[in-house]
């Protein structure tokens, strides 16, 4: 700090230099400020959808439609017992429990069929590898929508329509091509060196897949567990489409039952019904997100 026996010039300077100091720290507090909250009004508008759903499922069916408020005078527990009781003669945990099936065995197929299939084209060199390959890239590039019909009529014709079995067969068969392209991804940046040593060994393809490939590729089975739990939980129009028994019916479906064109709906209970089928999803996120960073640190890492 400038002192009185220091010469004029010099005091000046320190003086100038503190003050430069003092308003570079105010401009970035004020830059600070206003980036926070400017995120907290973004994060009021992403946020503020959820918030009304969750306040609408306590407010009766003649205050949700054209009102936007969260806040109301006639709050109360009665539209979750009323989702609860389900509708249409069947109970809210069929449509549960038909939810958990599809979305459990759904992991587990993108699980089993992704992980050998990335194997194979990671690890396996074979004819044709590359243009298979870009073949499976090259489905990614196909709207579903273009073979809904031919899938439709293929599983009619052997008598699969109205069972689980078109929605989770493609899982099994690793029809879905991110999942094997996220792990073939992965499984090029560990090093070969372990494929190596482990078949010098004496490990065959079974024993290097089991034992190390598997194990390193943690992240990325999650990762690929996460996405896929999530889109068969919310997964609708394939439900609507193979599903015509009100039993068989998974939550998506479920709700669209209590909006009735031709009759009186009951919005609050389908409001509830969403809180509840809202919640596995995000407990399933909150306990495994931490695997989602790994997976995508991870895949910087090179062998």
């Known amino acids: 700090a400038p002192t009185l026996s220091q010469p004029a010039p010099v005091r000046e ?17 004020v830059r600070s400020v206003g980036f926070h909250a400017f995120m907290i009004v973004c994060t009021i508008v992403v946020l503020y959808p959820a918030a009304w759903m969750l306040m609408s499922s306590f407010k009766p069916s003649n205050e949700i439609i054209g ?16 989702a609860l009781s389900g509708i249409g003669g069947v109970g809210f945990w069929t449509f549960f429990g038909n939810s958990m099936i599809l979305a459990v065995a759904s992991v587990v197929g993108v699980v089993l069929s992704s992980t050998v299939s990335a194997y194979a084209f990671a690890r ?27 899938q439709y009529i293929m599983f009619n014709e052997l008598g699969m329509v109205n069972t689980f079995i078109p929605l989770l067969a493609p899982k099994f068969l690793a029809g879905e091509a991110f999942f094997v392209f996220l792990m073939v991804q992965f499984m090029r940046n560990l090093p070969r060196e372990l494929d190596e040593a ?8 079974a024993r290097i897949f089991g034992s190390i490939m598997l194990p390193l590729m943690r992240p990325a089975i999650i990762t690929s567990s996460i996405f896929a739990f999530i889109w ?11 599903l015509k ?11 669209r039952l209590y909006v009735d064109q031709t ?3 009951d919005y609050g209970a389908q409001m509830a019904m969403a809180v509840l089928a809202l919640l596995p999803v995000m407990l399933f996120f909150i306990l495994f997100q931490r695997y989602i960073v790994d997976g995508v640190a991870t895949q910087g890492l090179k062998g």
């Open 13 to 29: 300077r320190g003086v100038i230099d503190t003050s430069l100091r003092q308003a570079a720290r105010r401009r970035k507090g």
């Open 67 to 82: 009102n936007i408020s969260l806040w109301s005078d006639n709050l109360s527990l009665s539209n979750f017992a009323t």
């Open 124 to 150: 396996i060199d074979f004819p044709g590898r590359s243009v298979f390959f870009a073949i499976m890239i090259g489905t990614l590039l196909l709207p579903f929508h273009v073979v809904i019909i031919p």
């Open 198 to 205: 482990a078949r010098i060994d004496g490990a065959g393809h």
């Open 232 to 242: 068969s939980w919310n997964d609708f129009l394939g439900p609507l489409l193979y």
């Open 245 to 255: 028994k009100p039993d068989l019916y998974p939550l998506p479906i479920a709700l």
């Open 263 to 265: 009759s009186v709906s």
